[in-house]
C-alpha cells in the first residue's frame, strides 16, 4: 500500500527548483523570465517554475521509472487499476489509444453510435473496422440511453470475430449503463470492455453516484480528470485492470498520440488531484451530490421547468444515473435547450456546459458554490415566469436503418474526396458524419452509403433549420464525399 499522502512529483520538481540550476534546456522561457509581462501580471510568476522538461530529477512520462512512474502508481492504487498512465492530450487521445489497441491494424471493435468523435479517430488511425451498437433512446428527455448486454450478446453472435467493447459510461448527461452485464459477455467471447469514463471519474467516491467502470469489470477506461475533479484542462488518466491487454502494445500506441514534450504543469496537476481526492474524495463528491440533488428538487418546483434524475434508471437501456449532472428542460413552455442556455448566460451570467434541442446540461462539482446553485435556480424560475408558451417540435419517432457499411473510417478519410451539392448525395459514400440534435446520434459515418432513408431524414431537418453537427458546411446545401 503505497502512502497517498504523498506528492512525488510535485515534490520532485519542488526539490529540482530548490537548485536553481542554470537552465539550458527547453522550454526557452526560463521559469518566469521569458514570459510576456502581460501574462505574468494576470497569473503571477510561481506558475512558471513547474513548467519544465525531462531532468535527471523529473523522470520521463514516455518510459517513467521515478518520480512519474510513483505518481502513476498512486493513482492506479486510488481508482483500483493494475496500473495507470497520465494523459496529456486528454480523454481523446486515451480513446484513440484503447482503439488502436484493441483493433490493432485493422480488428473488429463495437462503438457505440455516440461515442465522442475521438473513437472515430481511434479508428481512423490505427485502420480498426468498426461495428456499431445503438444505444436506446428515452424518448420523455430524448437522450441517448444505455448500451444493454443483450445489445453486446446480439452484436457477438452476429460478429463472433470482435475484439472489443466501447461503452461510454456515464455520459456527458449522466446515463450509465450495466458495465458488470456487458463485461461479462464480452469476456465470455474473449473479448475486452473498455470504458469512456471521461465524464465518471469522479464516480468511485461517493455511494450516490454509479460504481466507477473497473470497480464492475471494465478492462481499461479513460478519465478526463479535468472535468469532474480538480486538474487542469486536457489532463486524464488511462487505467488498466486487466491481464486481456498487451501492455507493451498500449505503450507503444501512447507514443503515437502523445507530445514527445508533455507538459509538466498537467502531469503535476494530476498528480495533485490525485492526492485531494485520496484524503477527501468523499466529502468532495458527496457535497458534489447534495448541491446537485437540492438544485434538482428546487428546479422541478418550478413550473415549466424540469430536471432529469433517478426516475430514468430502468428506461432505455439506462442502468444507473449521475445526479452531479443537472439535465434541465424547458420542454413544457417551448423553449429549446440551445435557448435556454443562451438566455441563461446572456441575460443571468449563469454559464451552463452544452445544450442540445430540448435540454441544457450543468455539470455540478465539489468545487462548485451554493450561490451558483441559487442563480441558476432564481434565473430558471425567472425564465419560466416570463415564458410560459410555446412548443418544440416533437421527437422523430424512429431513426433511419444505419446505412450500408462500404470503407471503413480509414479508408473513408484517406480516400480522394470531393465537395458535392448535398442534393445529388444519395448513393453516394459519405466522407463525414451527420448527427442530427435531437438526439444527436449519427445518422450517417465516413464509409457508409448515403441511403434514401437517411437523407430524406437529414432532409427533413435540414428544411426546418435543425441543428446538424458534424458537416463541414454546416448549411448542408453541399456534402464531402468519397470520389
Ligand atoms: C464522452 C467523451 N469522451 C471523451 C471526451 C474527450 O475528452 P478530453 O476533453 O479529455 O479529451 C469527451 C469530451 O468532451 C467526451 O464527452
Redesign the pocket.
Known sequence: MNDQNRTPLFDAIVEYNKRKPSYFRVPGHRYEKGISPILREAVGDAIFSFDLTETPLLDDLHHASGAIMEAEQLAAELWGADYTHF?V???????EVMIITATHGGGKVAIPRN?????LMGLILGGGNPVYIMPELEREWGLHGGITPEAVEKMFQENPDCKGVMV?SP??YGIASDIRGIADVCHNHGAILMV?E??GAHCYFSDLLPKGALELGADVC?Q?I??VTGSL????MLHVKSDRIKKSRLESNLTLVQSTSPSYLLMTSLDVARHDIARRGKEMIDRAAALAIDARDRINAIPGMTCAGKELIGRAGIFDYDITKLVVSADDIGITGFDLKKMLFFDYNVDMELADYRNALAIVTFANEQEDLDRLVEALQDIAEKNQDGTLLPLAKKLPSQPEYVLSPREAYFSDRERIPWMDAKGRIAAEMIAPYPPGIPVIYPGERMSEEVWDFVEAFRQRNGHLHGPSDGKLSTFVVVR
Not at 115 to 119: D, L, N, Q, R, Y
Not at 233 to 236: F, P, R
Request: hydrophobic share 20%; aromatic share 4%.
Open positions: 494523459l492530450n486528454g480523454s481523446t487521445s486515451g480513446n461515442a465522442h468523435k475521438s473513437a461510454v455520459t456527458y469512456d471521461a465524464h479513460v478526463s479535468h472535468k484542462t486536457q489532463s486524464s
